[in-house]
Every structure is written in structure tokens, then in C-alpha cells.
Antibody
Framework: EVQLVESGGGLVQPGGSLRLSCAAS????????VNWVRQAPGKGLEWVAY????????YYADSVRGRFTISRDNAENSLYLQMNSVRAEDTAVYYC?????????????WGQGTLVTVSS | QSALTQPASVSGSPGQSITISCTGT?????????VSWYQQHPGKAPKLMIY???KRPSGVSNRFSGSKSGNSASLTISGLQSEDEADYYC??????????FGGGTKLTVL
């Protein structure tokens, strides 16, 4: 069974840093591109970042470029999101989402999410 | 990248059909056949319902169908059931090598 389990969320002050992790199991992690997608409380989904299987192609949403860094460790079956210089508007549930093996352009499995709250 | 445009809410009675629209631009929906649709129940993670405009993942009911015309896409749910009540989001790959989501549509089954 494919599973994605996020961790690392919590309360962080504006301007602070946080590192999110996503542990993958039930599939060969190194074969799939992966993303981070977030959802502010009561709001819609927002794509955040993408990384390909070997980390050579990385893309970010304009809202986080220069502040967030996506990375992966295929040996550890893990995806990461380093969040620096966080702002109140970064408050959201952060999901890791696997790019579909059937289509390279949709997300077929999602984790349950981890909540990040930016507040003083 | 601006969000795709969806109606805030739609509703229908059990057994009826409803359609949710999703409007973008030639830089996203109009430029690629990479539209996907996600269902999200309260407090749950999104679930992929349609990918590549009109394809259904294994396990998704054939009551769900997708289409695209120009810069707009649509999700149709036929034979509405109570369990279909949820939020629905469209998404598209974009010319900027990013993804964009719609604002979401709340489906109410009357």
C-alpha cells in the first residue's frame, strides 16, 4: 500500500525556519517525481514545489521561491521542504503528493498533511 | 500564476448530474492536455478523480467524467450520491513548468 506520511509541522515565528519531512513507503520512491502542495485554513489548494526522481529538476511557486527548498533522499525514501523566512501567509496544511505513474502531470497519492502555523 | 476559475458552489439532488467548470488560459488548460480533478472531503487529503483531462484512475467510479474545450475544462458527475458531497479542485500543468489549482467548488447533494 502506497503511503506518504508528513511530519515536522508546528508553530513557528515570522522570519523563522522549519523543516518538513515526508516518509514514503509501499512503492519505489526513487521512481517517482514528488511535490509539496499546501492548503491555508478554509482555503483552496496551492502547489508549492516539485522535484524529479534524481533531484536535477526543481521548480517552485513564485510565492515561495528563494525562501523554501525542496530536496529528497532516495536512500531514506524521504522528501523534505526547508522553509526559511516564513510569513503569516505560509500558514497552511502541507501535503506531499506523488506524481502519478500513469500520467506525469497529476498527483495520485497524497499524505495526510502536516500543519504549519506562523505566528508570534 | 493566477488560480484557475471554478464556481464556488454547485448542488444537485441524488440521481441527477452536475457539471463543474474550470477556466484557465492558453498558458495552462489551453496549452496542455494535463487537466486533473481532485475530490476532498472535510479534514481529508485530496483524492485524484480524473487525470489527463478525461482519464479515470483505477477504482474511481465511471460516474465521474472529464472534458476540455479551449481554455476550459469540466468535471461531470452523473447519478449523484450522498458520498459525492465534497470539495472539488481542478488543476493544470502550466507553460512555466508549474502547476496551478482552481479555487475549489463545494458540491452539495440536496
Amino acid at each position: 500500500e502506497v503511503q506518504l506520511v508528513e511530519s515536522g509541522g508546528g508553530l513557528v515565528q515570522p522570519g523563522g525556519s522549519l523543516r518538513l519531512s515526508c516518509a514514503a513507503s509501499g512503492f519505489t520512491f526513487s521512481n517517482n517525481n514528488v511535490n509539496w502542495v499546501r492548503q491555508a485554513p478554509g482555503k483552496g489548494l496551492e502547489w508549492v514545489a516539485y522535484i524529479n526522481t534524481i533531484g536535477t529538476a526543481i521548480y517552485y511557486a513564485d510565492s515561495v521561491r528563494g525562501r523554501f527548498t525542496i530536496s529528497r533522499d532516495n536512500a531514506e525514501n524521504s522528501l523534505y521542504l526547508q522553509m526559511n523566512s516564513v510569513r503569516a501567509e505560509d500558514t497552511a496544511v502541507y501535503y506531499c503528493a506523488r506524481v502519478s505513474s500513469s500520467s506525469g502531470w497529476s498527483f495520485d497519492y497524497w499524505g495526510q498533511g502536516t500543519l504549519v502555523t506562523v505566528s508570534s | 500564476q493566477s488560480a484557475l476559475t471554478q464556481p464556488a458552489s454547485v448542488s444537485g439532488s441524488p440521481g441527477q448530474s452536475i457539471t463543474i467548470s474550470c477556466t484557465g488560459t492558453s498558458s495552462d488548460i489551453g496549452g496542455f492536455n494535463y487537466v486533473s480533478w481532485y475530490q476532498q472531503h472535510p479534514g481529508k487529503a485530496p483524492k485524484l478523480m480524473i487525470y489527463d483531462v478525461s482519464k479515470r484512475p483505477s477504482g474511481v467510479s465511471n460516474r465521474f467524467s472529464g472534458s476540455k474545450s479551449g481554455n476550459s475544462a469540466s468535471l461531470t458527475i452523473s447519478g449523484l450520491q450522498s458520498e459525492d458531497e465534497a470539495d472539488y479542485y481542478c488543476s493544470s500543468y502550466t507553460i512555466s513548468t508549474t502547476w496551478v489549482f482552481g479555487g475549489g467548488t463545494k458540491l452539495t447533494v440536496l
